[in-house]
């Protein structure tokens, strides 16, 4: 009787023991493999949910309870990839990069059919790339560079048929490049330098029509060059591959001269145990013709086999002298050490502080020639390079940050500027606006001037400027700032109702608060700081942060612009309707333009519309509020409050500057609110 029961009792077990682990398990699993002596993701713990606010830092899960983001990046993580990362089914992105773990790539990260980012880049990660990542068909971006992957590059990554970038560089590749990449038509950067690939460059992958950036440099390629690659322009970089010839190519031999050399040489396959149906897809196999001179059949004449062997000898030094400078050229384009495993992975304060007592001129700054503002051997200017030391960013870093101004990371573009979505080693994420040196201000005292400002400013209602980098080498000024998660203003302007999207009264009335006070700042409200004009205030100017907080952008940056880009920028200004009208006639910008803008903003926010009509501004003269409050608040909102900011925002666009309140009236005036009361 005993017996039974105790199987009955092992038997209602059994359906637990068998049972999948769960979400936060897995997690576990995967934290006890990352970081094993639990040093860096101490909030993962047993007792808490994945997906609450505050617990399992870097995890973000999505609207029906999943993970579905993992970033981690830059965290300091020493221990190894673990294979229970397969079992997040819902997982879309995974951004381990700039850490120090160890270990292979586990083939179960292949089952992960929905994960479209995988970030594995600067790490210490050995072995071969899994062939099973091609069967990762959502897959957009993949980055395992700088890291010590060997053997080749499996040719079922050809059927990630969504793929954009591949960043496979500074790594210990072997083998052919697989003309089945050529079948990636959604590729548009594929970074291969670096390694020790052989055999030719494969014409089907020359033909990928979305195809920017194709970097093959420091390889040991040859062959004939695709001329459908000149397309690219610069986006191809191909040099230090001595075997590579081609017509159109600066440095490239013609294949004409060079075509014998390269048919006699023998094919980088040993001859036993292959056919010709194990090569990889872009071995280039020429025919040898025996009946050509060259290819007689070798002599057992003495005198023919001292020569061969002072040849062999000659061969020998001249390869070694080939590798030797090859792998100095290597060593000095590695960038210092900024990505030796030796290096601690350091945070960027750290990194700047290496970068600031380096000599190498590829670690300093980089100005372009006659646009160096901050060289210490120039004086008059007024100014030390001290004073912006804490700002300095090496240029460097910000390409490792936008991964070399990847497509991907790609924000937007306009007149002047590029604008990047970046990562800094310690894991921030940041923006990087590019701002070409003909587009910035040619006097030089000006431009400091100008930068002097941006780097002064702070306040809780601005964007911060994380920092700066002037290059040589593109000739661009690049500024770091804090990325803000919930886009800006415009955006939840002239919404759906259930978009999601649909601003709160008490959030438009604290927004609408926010945005005074950071205006109120610039303008050097109760003598904070000398005042500073905006003159570019608008609704998409205006971000919005994870706790509803309003951010100005672009504060003083006319500070640092020609004048005729700073004109050319108010056009989408005037159409919109933020132009004070009295700039017609003075061509001037003063604190009451910057009242006038946000005086329309007040106006968007209450009425929830881009274009503010004048039915809007008679409803509010007329104090009507219904007519001009948002009609998707239905009706949630105080109607004192609605009737106040109405007349407020009447005040700051009076047609007549001297008729507008002050900023510090209008901020006096919004804290009386009974919102701020509370």
């Known amino acids: 009787m005993f017996m039974p029961l105790f199987l009955l009792f092992l038997l209602s077990l059994l359906p637990f023991s068998l049972a999948a682990p769960t979400e936060r398990e897995l997690l576990l699993q995967i934290k006890a493999s990352l970081d094993p002596q639990n040093r860096f993701l101490s909030s993962w713990t047993p007792y808490s949910d994945p997906c609450s606010s505050g617990s399992f830092d870097g995890v973000a899960c999505n609207e029906e309870g999943h993970v579905a983001n993992i970033s981690l990046q830059g965290k300091g993580l020493s221990g190894q990839i673990p294979a229970a990362l397969g079992g997040l089914k819902s997982l879309t992105g995974l951004y381990l990069h700039f850490n120090a773990l160890s270990g292979g790539i586990p083939k179960e990260i292949a089952t992960l059919s929905q994960l479209s980012d995988l970030y594995l880049n600067v790490n210490n990660l050995s072995g071969e ?397 109760k003598g904070s700081k000398p005042a500073l004009v905006h003159q570019n205030i608008s609704a998409e100017k205006v971000l919005i942060d994870n706790r509803s907080n309003p951010l100005l952008s672009d504060s003083g940056l006319h500070k640092l612009l020609a004048d005729d880009i700073v004109f050319s920028t108010l056009k989408a200004s005037a159409a919109m309707g933020y132009l004070a009208p009295e700039y017609t006639t003075t061509g001037r910008f003063t604190e009451k333009s910057d009242v006038y803008a946000f005086g329309m903003i007040l106006f968007q926010i209450l009425s929830g519309k881009r274009k503010i009509t004048q039915l809007v501004r008679h409803a509010a003269e007329s104090c009507k509020v219904e007519d001009f409050i948002d009609m998707n608040l239905e009706g949630k909102y105080s109607d004192s409050e609605a009737t106040k900011l109405g007349r407020i925002a009447l005040l700051c666009t009076h047609e007549s500057p001297n008729q507008r309140p002050s900023m510090d009236n209008v901020i006096q005036e919004l804290s009386g609110l009974e919102q701020f009361l509370k």
Not at 181 to 209: H, I, Q, W, Y
Not at 329 to 337: L, M, V
Not at 445 to 459: P, V
Not at 475 to 496: A, M, R, S, W
């Open 129 to 525: 790339i899994t062939s099973q990542i091609g069967n990762m068909a959502n897959l957009q971006v993949l980055q395992l560079c700088y890291n010590k992957l060997t053997g080749g590059i499996p040719t079922q990554l050809g059927s990630l048929k969504k793929l954009n970038v591949l960043a496979l560089q500074y790594n210990r590749l072997t083998g052919a490049i697989p003309a089945s990449l050529g079948d990636l038509e959604m590729l548009t950067r594929l970074d291969l330098s670096f390694n020790s690939l052989f055999g030719s460059v494969p014409v089907k992958l020359a033909n990928v029509p979305m195809l920017k950036v194709l970097d093959i440099r420091n390889n040991t390629l040859s062959g004939n060059v695709p001329p459908v690659l000149k397309r690219l322009n610069s986006g191809f970089q191909y040099e230090n591959n001595l075997g590579l010839c081609g017509v159109g190519f600066s440095d490239l031999k013609d294949c004409a001269d060079s075509g014998k050399i390269y048919r006699d040489r023998p094919e980088p396959f040993k001859p036993s145990g292959l056919n010709r149906t194990d090569m990889p897809e872009s071995a280039d196999l020429q025919p040898v013709d025996c009946s050509k001179t060259n290819c007689s059949r070798s002599s057992k004449s003495p005198t023919i086999g001292v020569i061969s062997g002072m040849v062999g000898v000659v061969l020998v030094f001249t390869v070694a002298a080939v590798f030797t400078f090859a792998w100095y050229r290597r060593r000095k384009q590695k960038i210092g050490s900024a990505f030796d495993t030796s290096d601690g992975r350091l945070s960027t304060d750290q990194a700047k502080e290496v970068y600031r007592r380096s000599a190498s001129p590829l670690i300093s700054l980089e100005y372009a020639s006659g646009w160096d503002p901050l060289d210490k051997g120039r004086s008059g200017n007024g100014f030390s390079q001290e004073v912006f030391e804490s700002f300095m960013f090496n240029l460097e870093e910000v390409e490792r940050a936008t991964q070399c101004f990847s497509e991907v990371n790609l924000l937007g573009k306009s007149n002047f500027s590029a604008i990047y979505k970046g990562f800094l080693r310690d894991g921030s994420v940041v923006v990087v606006k590019c701002i070409a040196k003909t587009s910035c201000k040619s006097d030089e005292s000006e431009f400091l001037h100008g930068l002097k400002i941006l780097t002064s400013l702070k306040h809780e209602n601005l964007v911060r400027l994380r920092g700066f980098c002037c290059s040589k080498g593109r000739g661009e000024c690049f500024l770091i700032y804090d990325f803000v998660h919930n886009g800006n203003l415009l955006q939840h302007l002239d919404v759906k109702p259930g978009s999601g999207k649909v601003l709160e009264w008490s959030t438009r009335v604290s927004i609408i608060y926010g945005i005074a006070k950071g205006i109120g700042y610039l303008h050097g409200s």
